[in-house]
């Protein structure tokens, strides 16, 4: 059965960088494509972007000019950098895999991130 | 960016009673449409794809229809584990956006 886990800080300063990782498990990482969301009580849900195994990417423009999402075959997991966050950047952030067509299923637990000094 | 508008916000409803959600989008996205559920403290889980395609065990009282830019999701008879929050998504434009959702809420 596939399960995703996200983790990382739950806490960051304005201006640094939010960092997480999402492990698979149930199933290799081979195959699809591996997306983060996010959820604030302002924004609702947002899609931040997805990653292919070979590497390929995707990213919403809002978020464009600050993401990388990156893999790392040999450990099953995926990660998400965020540079220059800033209070409105304070969530829940989910990982999910992502279907040929673009739905999500199944997501990881969430993991909060707080932006804080 | 295609904007998702979810309708009502909250729905009070009695359980055995039929709940019947609204979602539309800003322009069309022909079926490429899902829905989700999510319960406090829980991720979004899948229930349709396709605008009316169930995931794996989502249960046969969860039904979706619609396309292009309206779309329903329909509880046939509510169960005690059905109040949740209920979201729309869309995956035919990037990028892919979610509704606001609708609560609901036990009557």
């Known amino acids: 059965q596939l399960q995703l886990q996200a983790s990382g800080p739950g806490l960051v300063k304005p201006s640094e960088t939010l960092s997480l990782t999402c492990g698979v498990s149930?199933?290799?990482?081979?195959?699809?494509?591996w997306s983060w969301i996010r959820q604030s009580p302002g924004k609702g849900l947002e899609w931040i972007g997805y990653?292919?195994?070979?590497?390929?990417?995707n990213y919403n423009p809002s978020f464009k000019s600050r993401v990388t999402i990156s893999v790392d075959r040999a450990k099953n997991e995926f990660s998400l950098r965020l540079t220059s966050v800033t209070a409105e950047d304070t969530a829940v952030y989910y990982c999910a895999r992502t279907g040929m067509r673009n739905w999500f299923d199944p997501w990881g637990q969430g993991t909060l991130v707080t932006v804080s000094s | 960016e295609i904007v998702m508008t979810q309708s009502p916000a909250t729905l009070s409803v009695s359980p055995g009673e039929r709940a019947t959600l609204s979602c539309w989008a800003s322009q069309s996205v022909t079926s490429n449409l899902a829905w989700y559920q999510q319960k406090p403290g829980q991720a979004p889980r899948l229930l349709i794809y396709?605008?009316?395609t169930r995931a794996t065990a989502v249960p046969v009282r969860f039904s979706g229809s619609g396309s292009g830019t309206e779309f329903t999701l329909t509880i046939s008879s509510l169960q005690s584990e059905d109040f949740a929050v209920y979201y729309c998504q869309q995956y035919s434009n990037w990028p892919l956006t979610f509704g606001g959702g609708t609560k609901v809420e036990i009557k």
């Open positions: 990653i292919f195994f070979s590497g390929h990417t």
């Open positions: 149930g199933d290799s990482i081979n195959s699809l494509y």
């Open positions: 396709g605008a009316s």
